[in-house]
């Protein structure tokens, strides 16, 4: 059974820091991985999505590295901003390119 | 182009009770799946809908049920209402042709009472 897991839960940083967020999972059979950002409430807003085939994506101040063969991907969060503040989840895509497979997500808190 | 809308945003209901909810994909989607987030939780899969069948289901009781429309839009059911049911209820939309990259709604907030 796939799991994925998240850490840190939570993270506080100040304003301007470089960050990294970890993402592991059990099965390497997978059809991609996507990192979605969630304010207090709402729906999911998809940050990155990295195909099985794909190594790293880039958009703006992000950045997504999959190394499948470990179970790991880590989103990287370049200059950090108070707007940045969110929960920060990563999920993965069973081999069928059907189901979403969900960590707990990390708490992101960015002070100014 | 509209995103994945969903109905309704709140929802209150009584323990036993039954309730509908309905999401329409983002232009141009022709799948649909429903998620349950308890509160601190990451989403969990309820079931997918494609061609108006249910595709695949995930670790979820006969009392969530599910149907989608010609139109792709999608409707989940949940009969005898228990209050861990109580949870933000996500939608999301993808097409397998542009890599089932999955775009989510809002989300409707049942609260079971």
């Known amino acids: 059974k796939q799991e994925v897991t998240q850490i840190p839960a939570a993270l506080s940083v100040p304003e301007g820091e470089n960050l990294v967020l970890n993402c592991s999972f059990t099965?390497?059979?997978?059809?991609?991985l996507q990192w979605f950002r969630q304010d207090p409430g709402k729906g999911l807003t998809s940050l990155l999505l990295?195909?099985?085939?794909?190594r790293e994506q880039t958009s703006g101040r992000l950045n997504a590295s999959l190394d499948k063969s470990s179970g790991r991907s880590t989103l990287y969060i370049a200059a950090s901003q108070p707007g940045d503040s969110a929960t920060y989840l990563c999920?993965?895509?069973?081999?069928?390119?059907?189901?979403?497979?969900f960590g707990k997500g990390t708490t992101l808190s960015v002070s100014s | 182009d509209a995103g994945v809308t969903q109905s309704p945003t709140h929802l209150i209901k009584t323990r036993g009770q039954q309730v509908t909810l309905r999401c329409s994909p983002k232009?141009?989607?022709?799948?649909v799946s429903w998620y349950q987030q308890a509160l601190g939780q990451g989403p969990q899969f309820i079931f997918q809908?494609?061609?108006?069948?249910?595709?695949q289901r995930g670790n979820f009781p006969d009392r969530f049920s599910g149907h989608q429309f010609p139109n792709y839009s999608s409707e989940l059911n949940v009969n005898a209402l228990l209050l861990g049911d109580s949870a933000l209820y996500l939608c999301?939309?993808?097409?397998?042709?542009?890599?089932?990259?999955?775009?989510f709604g809002p989300g409707t907030r049942l609260t079971v009472t």
């Open positions: 990295i195909q099985s085939s794909q």
């Open positions: 099965d390497s059979a997978i059809y991609n």
């Open positions: 999301a939309s993808s097409f397998p042709g542009l890599g089932n990259e999955q775009y």
């Open positions: 232009s141009g989607h022709d799948t």
């Open positions: 999920a993965v895509t069973n081999q069928a390119g059907t189901a979403l497979i």
């Open positions: 809908y494609y061609e108006e069948e249910e595709r």
